[in-house]
């Protein structure tokens, strides 16, 4: 089976692992705030703080901005149930704003619609967005951020898919239009650490906090503290955290993968590119991807009619072609029906959802699997 995505692990990777092993710190040693130094100035962020995945990494990064009970989240129904359950962890409620068909993200002018109505029907108003970069490719952060001020909504992107990739010709992850960005790590995501994640943001005090929430709350630096330090030995919890630590065997992988983060972003877009050329003229709706954005091609998504959309998955599976769907919209989940959710409300995300197939995509993807992979697409669409 040719899988949906899979990491590209090299022999410097593994010596890089090898190296940490031999060396006197397995976690919480020198290797962490080296890989978080390579990836914030990779992306001209200020400050980065490494996690054991990007889950850990919403989650503290919801609690960082202050969202408890009481407050409300929002986010995209097409996306994995980790970007909705952050809020969930943390006693706020969530809700959720219907996709563009075209790019698959959030929608700008259903979030516009949205807040105006909850404005003009004295509802709450989100505490926190969570706009999700689809695939790779980023939302429209600038318009995000426009409506944040004006609603006065902190801005988490969620950008799992979308390390390597730029919007406005900055990097995902430099926060211009955001108070914090978090990427995964994950074997099927861009680069990877086997699990991990990171968040990024520019902001000292989010940077402290995002910290203290990694390791239990704890805090060794003196300012910190609210009581004068007993000795050396002292430390103070003020916060309740988690142990949310990345091991120094991951940061030394991640560290040794983002050096090749480029190479794979630029493969993953050639392939893109090839699948866009041999479907051209084929009824299939894929991506559209706005100028001002280069896609880190996390996933290469088709749209095909409804009506075909589970037989062509079939025999794709059958074929040895290991497609899948990302994602079943999060509103339509058991968990998320109990909570009163129902299908209908976000019409958007349904329909997208009885069409979306996505084919491998990963650096080690051979042109010939390509071929293979396009062979058995455009047989199923012609027959
Ligand atoms: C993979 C993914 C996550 C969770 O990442 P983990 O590192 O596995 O916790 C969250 N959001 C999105 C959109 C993802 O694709």
């Known amino acids: 089976m040719i899988p949906y995505g899979r990491q590209d692990i090299s022999q ?28 914030a100035r990779y992306c001209g962020a200020e400050y980065a703080v490494a996690v054991n995945s990007a889950t850990s990494a919403l989650h503290i990064a919801c609690l960082a901005l202050g969202v408890g009970p009481g407050d409300l989240v929002w986010t995209s129904p097409i996306t ?61 952060m600038e318009a995000i951020s426009a409506l944040g001020k004006e609603f006065g909504f902190r801005v988490l992107e969620d950008a799992s898919h979308a390390i390597g990739g730029k919007y406005q010709e900055s990097p995902v992850g430099s926060c211009r239009y955001s108070d914090i960005t978090v990427f995964s790590f994950h074997p099927v995501k861009i680069i990877t650490t086997g699990e991990g994640g990171m968040a990024v943001t520019n902001s000292p005090e989010l940077h402290e906090k995002l910290t203290r929430l990694r390791t239990h709350g704890i805090t060794r630096d003196e300012s910190s503290m609210e009581r004068e330090s007993d000795g050396p030995w002292y430390y103070e919890q003020i916060d309740l955290g988690f142990n949310y630590r990345m091991t120094d065997l991951q940061a030394a992988l991640g560290l040794s993968q983002l050096q090749r983060l480029d190479t794979f972003v630029a493969r993953r877009n050639i392939l893109a590119e090839q ?54 919209p999060v509103h339509t989940q058991p968990y998320y029906e109990r909570m009163g959710f129902q299908k209908g409300g976000f019409p958007e995300a349904e329909k997208y959802y009885s069409e979306a197939i996505s084919l491998p995509l990963y650096p080690l993807l051979s042109t010939e699997e390509q071929g293979r992979i396009v062979a058995v697409v455009r047989q199923c669409l012609i027959s």
Request: a negative charge; one cysteine or more; glycine letters at 6%.
């Open 80 to 140: 994995f149930v980790a970007s909705a359950n952050c809020a969930l962890y943390c006693g706020a409620k969530v809700d959720f704003v219907d996709i563009d068909p075209l790019t698959f993200n959030i929608s700008i002018s259903a979030l516009r619609t949205k807040l105006e109505q909850v404005v003009a029907a004295a509802l709450p108003l989100p505490k926190v967005l969570i706009p999700v970069h689809l695939a790779g490719a980023s939302c429209d």
């Open 275 to 328: 699948y866009k050329k041999a479907f051209e003229g084929l009824l299939i709706g894929d991506q559209k991807v706005p100028g001002d954005v280069t896609s880190a091609c996390h996933l290469f998504i088709v749209r095909v009619d409804p009506l075909h959309h589970r037989h062509i998955f079939e025999v794709l599976r059958a074929e040895g072609v290991g497609v899948n769907l990302h994602y079943i």
């Open 12 to 39: 410097a990777d593994i010596d890089a692992v090898v190296e940490v092993l031999r060396s006197d710190f397995l976690t919480q040693g020198p290797a962490i705030p080296a890989f978080e130094d390579a990836v």
